[in-house]
């Protein structure tokens, strides 16, 4: 399975990882306090974490050929919970399994 992370800077970390879970917890099993968090996505669960000045954001997709579209997926709904913040920087990269 490929694993992807990105590590997005932004001093509201905490905020939009409760945001995000809570909008895709109508649709999607879902686990979070203020510091990290899970969704069960169908392609493959997203992990969330909150740090003082940055979420980091780690995709664990079963389907090779689906990873860049969940990585945009995960973007462009981060983005808009962020749209006062202008543009973040999603430097996604693959995690060695193990």
Do not use: N
């Not at 962020?82 to 999603?90: H, N, P, Q, S, T």
Request: proline share 7%; glycine share 6%.
């Amino acid at each position: 399975m490929p694993i992807t992370s990105a590590r997005v800077a932004t001093p509201h970390a905490s905020r939009y990882l409760q945001q995000l879970c809570k909008h895709w917890s109508h649709k999607f099993a879902v686990d979070f306090t203020p510091e990290s968090g899970t969704v069960a996505l169908p392609p493959g669960p997203l992990t969330l974490a909150a740090g003082e000045d940055a979420l980091l954001l780690t995709l664990d997709v079963a389907d090779p050929e689906q990873v860049t579209r969940m990585q945009q997926v995960v973007a462009e709904h981060v983005d808009r919970f962020a749209f006062r913040e202008g543009a973040l920087v999603y430097d996604w990269r693959a995690v060695e399994a193990g």
